[in-house]
T-cell receptor
Framework: IAGITQAPTSQILAAGRRMTLRCTQDMRHNAMYWYRQDLGLGLRLIHYSNTAGTTGKGEVPDGYSVSRANTDDFPLTLASAVPSQTSVYFC???????????FGEGSRLTVL | GQNIDQPTEMTATEGAIVQINCTYQTSGFNGLFWYQQHAGEAPTFLSYNVLDGLEEKGRFSSFLSRSKGYSYLLLKELQMKDSASYLCAVRDRDYKLSFGAGTTVTVRA
């Protein structure tokens, strides 16, 4: 069982470029989330989706967009990357009623 | 919104007990979670409290007081492998989790 798969694992990106981080889960969870983790700030929610076809903004949504065309996939797009988006990005999923999050292994993004 | 506070760092000796406190202020409380995160890895679930009281799971216990906006995670019989960051997270009524900045626990021999 793969759980949650994120790609790429690591990426160096020039400022101004467009980038999509991919996230796929095989647990048929209703809810999916994108967090970024920065030293001293912990995990901060970027966007979330409670079910396929719906999305919502988290604590730090600016500069990011998401889509949820089906249950399994939840890509995160940076339309025009900036250096402040250098971070480790974690995708997570959960059954809505239990709330326990299952995390992917993370994507380390560096914007130069 | 959520405001979650926990200590930045704690150090303890192998075999000892450590208690990590977490205080929170929230506009809609719907459960409190503790996660463990080793350096360079993803967080993993440790415990969940939605009602007041103590939840015990092996060497780990978690306590919640909703009226005080307070929780703690108790780690007993510390082992070297327990050196990690411990994250307190609060769930709101929209089922979103907000995390504290994490407490780095260092276990020394």
């Amino acid at each position: 069982i793969a759980g949650i798969t994120q790609a790429p694992t690591s990426q160096i990106l020039a400022a101004g470029r467009r980038m999509t981080l991919r996230c796929t889960q095989d647990m048929r969870h209703n809810a999916m989330y994108w967090y970024r983790q920065d030293l001293g700030l912990g995990l901060r929610l970027i966007h979330y989706s409670n079910t396929a076809g719906t999305t919502g903004k988290g604590e730090v949504p600016d500069g990011y967009s998401v889509s949820r065309a089906n249950t399994d996939d939840f890509p995160l797009t940076l339309a025009s990357a900036v250096p402040s988006q250098t971070s480790v990005y974690f995708c997570a999923s959960s059954e809505k009623n239990t709330g326990e999050l299952f995390f992917g292994e993370g994507s380390r993004l560096t914007v130069l | 919104g959520q405001n979650i506070d926990q200590p930045t760092e704690m150090t303890a000796t192998e075999g000892a007990i450590v208690q990590i406190n977490c205080t929170y202020q929230t506009s809609g409380f719907n459960g409190l979670f503790w996660y463990q995160q080793h350096a360079g890895e993803a967080p993993t679930f440790l415990s969940y409290n939605v009602l007041d009281g103590l939840e015990e799971k092996g060497r780990f216990s978690s306590f919640l007081s909703r009226s005080k906006g307070y929780s703690y995670l108790l780690l007993k019989e510390l082992q070297m492998k327990d050196s990690a960051s411990y994250l307190c997270a609060v769930r709101d009524r929209d089922y979103k989790l907000s995390f504290g900045a994490g407490t780095t626990v260092t276990v020394r021999a």
